[in-house]
């Protein structure tokens, strides 16, 4: 049966503390929320079933963002019509990254945000991602485009910073072509 997760808004406070590192073995309970991450934000990115449940469309979640101060992210990418990779990372570290600066034409937008913001955000073309998956296993993922933003966006939570906090004020909006939009 599906259960809706509750998702924290960005007013409330657990989303600006700087989250703690995982200690393996991770519990029952925090495998069982992965799991329900997972079904929500792929359930969010199929139209059908993102309108049955009053769903946001999302592809990325990180613990903070239901209240667990813990270095988890998760993130369900659908790289063609209907297809989905699942990426769970724990205490997830940007080791590289592409010197090749992007930024999403639309903007970004946030589970925890539910407000529109303009303007765009400068993120890494490329990154490469160290961590661990959710048994204590090793994991080494290299993300481009998409992927990578989700990737930034979501190990952000982990350090208590929201994607607007990367708008420049004064200049929300990039028109100088070094950076390209996607």
Known sequence: MFKKLKILDEKDKHLRKISD???????DKEKQLIKQIIENLTYS??????????????MGLAFPQ???????????HEYEDGKFDNY?????????HSEEIIATDAGE????????????????????????????????????????IAFQHEIDHL??????DHIDKK????????????
């Open 21 to 27: 590192e995982v200690v393996f073995p991770l519990s």
């Open 45 to 58: 990115q199929i139209e059908s079933l993102a309108e049955k449940y009053k769903l946001r469309p999302g």
């Open 66 to 76: 239901v209240a667990i101060n813990k270095r988890v992210i998760v993130i369900v």
């Open 88 to 96: 769970v990372v724990v205490n997830p570290k940007i080791v590289s």
């Open 109 to 148: 937008g946030c589970l925890s945000v539910n407000r529109d913001v303009e303007g765009h955000v400068k993120r890494f073309a490329r990154v490469t991602i160290e961590g661990f998956d959710e048994h204590g296993n090793k994991l080494k993922i290299r993300a481009r485009e998409e992927l990578s």
């Open 159 to 164: 350090n208590g910073i929201l994607f607007y």
């Open 171 to 182: 200049h929300p909006f990039i028109t100088d072509g070094s950076i390209r939009l996607i």
